[in-house]
Protein backbone atom coordinates (compact mmCIF):
# COMPACT_ATOMS: atom_id res chain seq x y z
CA UNK A 1 0.00 0.00 0.00
CA UNK A 2 1.35 3.40 -0.85
CA UNK A 3 -0.30 6.72 1.24
CA UNK A 4 -0.30 10.37 -0.56
CA UNK A 5 -1.18 13.72 0.88
CA UNK A 6 -1.95 16.61 -1.44
CA UNK A 7 -3.26 20.03 -1.34
CA UNK A 8 -5.84 22.28 -3.04
CA UNK A 9 -7.68 25.66 -1.86
CA UNK A 10 -11.75 26.13 -2.69
CA UNK A 11 -12.30 29.65 -3.86
CA UNK A 12 -12.76 31.95 -0.78
CA UNK A 13 -16.50 32.26 -0.87
CA UNK A 14 -18.78 30.17 1.54
CA UNK A 15 -21.50 29.79 -0.80
CA UNK A 16 -19.41 27.75 -3.29
CA UNK A 17 -17.36 26.16 -0.12
CA UNK A 18 -20.77 24.64 1.05
CA UNK A 19 -21.86 23.50 -2.44
CA UNK A 20 -18.60 22.23 -3.30
CA UNK A 21 -19.62 19.77 0.20
CA UNK A 22 -22.72 18.93 -1.03
CA UNK A 23 -21.35 17.44 -4.38
CA UNK A 24 -18.67 15.36 -2.32
CA UNK A 25 -21.77 14.19 -0.08
CA UNK A 26 -22.95 12.58 -3.03
CA UNK A 27 -20.08 12.03 -5.59
CA UNK A 28 -21.16 10.63 -9.03
CA UNK A 29 -20.95 7.00 -8.88
CA UNK A 30 -18.61 6.75 -12.52
CA UNK A 31 -16.24 9.21 -10.47
CA UNK A 32 -16.07 6.59 -7.54
CA UNK A 33 -15.99 3.93 -10.21
CA UNK A 34 -12.76 6.10 -11.71
CA UNK A 35 -11.20 6.07 -8.34
CA UNK A 36 -11.58 2.92 -7.90
CA UNK A 37 -10.62 1.34 -11.00
CA UNK A 38 -7.30 3.75 -10.72
CA UNK A 39 -5.97 1.51 -8.12
CA UNK A 40 -6.70 4.28 -5.16
CA UNK A 41 -7.97 1.79 -2.30
CA UNK A 42 -9.34 4.72 -0.19
CA UNK A 43 -9.86 8.85 -0.18
CA UNK A 44 -10.50 11.27 2.19
CA UNK A 45 -10.84 14.88 2.26
CA UNK A 46 -10.64 17.42 4.81
CA UNK A 47 -10.97 21.21 4.80
CA UNK A 48 -10.24 24.16 6.78
CA UNK A 49 -11.56 27.61 6.05
CA UNK A 50 -11.11 26.92 2.05
CA UNK A 51 -8.49 25.20 2.22
CA UNK A 52 -8.59 21.43 1.13
CA UNK A 53 -6.66 17.96 2.22
CA UNK A 54 -6.61 14.97 0.54
CA UNK A 55 -5.20 11.43 1.86
CA UNK A 56 -4.73 8.87 -1.04
CA UNK A 57 -3.87 5.32 -0.11
CA UNK A 58 -3.69 3.14 -3.03
CA UNK A 59 -2.61 -0.42 -4.38
CA UNK A 60 1.20 -0.79 -4.78
CA UNK A 61 1.23 -0.71 -8.67
CA UNK A 62 -0.78 2.57 -8.78
CA UNK A 63 0.44 5.68 -10.90
CA UNK A 64 -0.62 9.10 -11.05
CA UNK A 65 0.00 8.80 -14.68
CA UNK A 66 -1.95 5.78 -15.44
CA UNK A 67 -4.61 7.28 -13.20
CA UNK A 68 -4.47 10.81 -15.50
CA UNK A 69 -4.69 8.77 -18.63
CA UNK A 70 -7.56 6.72 -17.79
CA UNK A 71 -9.23 10.62 -16.29
CA UNK A 72 -8.62 11.90 -20.17
CA UNK A 73 -10.32 9.11 -21.67
CA UNK A 74 -12.95 9.57 -19.47
CA UNK A 75 -15.92 12.06 -20.11
CA UNK A 76 -17.86 11.57 -17.06
CA UNK A 77 -14.69 12.23 -15.21
CA UNK A 78 -13.79 15.32 -17.49
CA UNK A 79 -17.07 16.87 -16.89
CA UNK A 80 -16.54 16.59 -12.84
CA UNK A 81 -13.19 17.88 -13.24
CA UNK A 82 -14.66 20.98 -15.27
CA UNK A 83 -17.55 21.18 -12.63
CA UNK A 84 -15.22 21.00 -9.61
CA UNK A 85 -12.74 24.26 -11.37
CA UNK A 86 -16.06 26.24 -10.47
CA UNK A 87 -15.01 25.91 -6.78
CA UNK A 88 -11.11 25.08 -6.77
CA UNK A 89 -8.58 27.15 -7.15
CA UNK A 90 -4.64 26.50 -7.40
CA UNK A 91 -2.22 27.02 -4.72
CA UNK A 92 0.21 29.69 -5.47
CA UNK A 93 2.81 27.56 -6.37
CA UNK A 94 1.38 24.89 -8.42
CA UNK A 95 2.01 24.58 -12.08
CA UNK A 96 -0.48 26.04 -14.59
CA UNK A 97 -3.66 24.00 -14.65
CA UNK A 98 -2.13 21.91 -11.61
CA UNK A 99 -5.16 21.14 -9.03
CA UNK A 100 -4.18 19.13 -5.87
CA UNK A 101 -0.43 19.35 -5.26
CA UNK A 102 1.75 16.73 -3.43
CA UNK A 103 2.51 17.45 0.07
CA UNK A 104 5.91 16.37 1.31
CA UNK A 105 5.87 14.31 4.39
CA UNK A 106 7.99 16.12 7.21
CA UNK A 107 7.14 13.88 10.76
CA UNK A 108 6.16 10.41 10.89
CA UNK A 109 5.81 8.88 14.68
CA UNK A 110 6.70 5.32 13.37
CA UNK A 111 8.83 4.19 10.41
Not at 13 to 20: C, G, K, M, R, S
Not at 27 to 41: A, F, N
Request: negative net charge; glycine residues 2%; hydrophobic residues 40%.
Amino acid sequence: MKRYCLALDLKDDAELIAEYEEYHRSVWPEIKKSITDSGITDMEIHRFDNHLFMIMETSDDFSFDRKAAMDSDNAKVQEWETLMWKFQQPLKNAKPGEKWVMMDRIFKLIE
